[in-house]
Nanobody
Framework: QVQLVESGGGLVQPGGSLRLACAAS????????MMWYRQAPGKERELVAA????????NYADSVKGRFTISRDNAKNTVYLQMNSLKPEDTAVYYC?????????????WGQGTQVTVSS
């Protein structure tokens, strides 16, 4: 059974830091590209950061470049999102996404999300 379980969300003051984790099970984690998305109230879900399989390249949304860092530990089947210098506009539900494609199929899995609230 495929599972992606996010943790590490919470309430933090502006300028603070949080580290999100997404623990994966039920599939070969090292084969999958891993992404973090977020969705704020009334807005569409947006891609925040991505890391390729098995961990060579990263990409970030312009709004988080220089503040957020995505990383993965294939031995622990876990992807992380280190978030520094947090701003109120970073408030959203953050989702972990795993994706792997072959010529014939796309495998695409989502976690349940973790709430991040940046407020004084």
């Amino acid at each position: 059974q495929v599972q992606l379980v996010e943790s590490g969300g919470g309430l933090v003051q502006p300028g603070g830091s949080l580290r999100l984790a997404c623990a994966a099970s039920g599939f070969t984690f090292s084969n999958y590209n891993m992404m973090w998305y977020r969705q704020a109230p009334g807005k569409e879900r947006e891609l925040v950061a991505a890391i390729t399989s098995p961990g060579g390249s990263t990409n970030y949304a312009d709004s988080v470049k220089g503040r957020f860092t995505i990383s993965r530990d294939n031995a622990k089947n876990t992807v992380y999102l280190q978030m520094n210098s947090l701003k109120p506009e970073d408030t959203a539900v953050y989702y972990c996404n795993a994706r792997y494609s072959t010529v014939a199929e796309l495998y695409n899995y989502w976690g349940q999300g973790t709430q991040v609230t940046v407020s004084s």
